[in-house]
């Protein structure tokens, strides 16, 4: 799943819980057992990278620091493990820790698509629909730094009403990034780009 949470969460995602989360200690066992993975992972990098600074004995943390190293990583499961108040019966926080990768792992394009970006930047003359695409694709990672989000995520211990206001968060990021993708695919030449629809954006932000 694209949780798009390294090395940092996009800014809806952060202000949402940073405006509801702020606080686990001063939620009741049943909220407590339904914070969202999601949320977990967020605030462990945050303890992990805090705890990091302790040790490096540095007076800045460093917000992009993710896990690195087997004894990192391990530390970071750890970490997630310390939060709960009981992890053997806590689901969300076992879901967590045992997808923890995701909180560190950055999405990344495929070499192959790299590669296909670059041929089409070489030429910008050729309008066809998939080299139009891929180098909207190029400017759009100059920009953004990460890949055009997906929208969707995958099931997880949650409240209804927590998971709901996340599918809406990640869907609404999501065609945030169509419609500037759409943006740059215009810029490119709005006459020669007619022949790209929106559905085909839509699809090639996905795939």
Not at 87 to 102: I, K, R, T, V, W
Not at 117 to 126: E, F, G, H, L
Not at 167 to 183: C, P, R, S
């Amino acid at each position: 799943p694209d949780l798009r949470l390294a090395p940092r969460t996009f800014a809806t995602l952060n202000t949402w819980i940073s405006q509801n989360f702020s606080d686990l200690k001063s939620f009741d066992n049943a909220q407590h057992g339904h914070v969202p993975q999601i949320v977990i992972l967020t605030k462990a990098l945050d303890i992990w990278r805090s705890q990091l600074q302790d040790i490096e004995s540095t007076t800045i943390m460093d917000s992009v620091r993710l896990p690195a190293t087997f004894d990192e990583k391990q530390a970071f499961r750890d970490t997630i493990k310390s939060m709960a108040r009981n992890f053997d019966m806590e689901l969300n926080f076992q879901e967590a820790h045992s997808e923890a990768y995701l909180a560190y792992t950055p999405r990344e394009l495929p070499l192959e698509v790299q590669e296909l970006i670059s041929t089409a930047q070489q030429d910008p003359s050729d309008k066809s629909k998939w080299m139009v695409l891929l180098r909207a694709l190029g400017e759009f990672m100059k920009t953004k730094q990460d890949p055009p989000l997906h929208g969707s995520i995958p099931d997880m211990t949650s409240s209804t009403s927590w998971y709901v206001e996340l599918q809406k968060i990640y869907q609404t990021k999501a065609k945030f990034d169509v419609a500037y993708l759409k943006q740059l695919v215009l810029s490119q030449d709005a006459d020669s780009c007619g022949t790209v629809t929106d559905e085909d954006i839509e699809t090639f932000c996905k795939n």
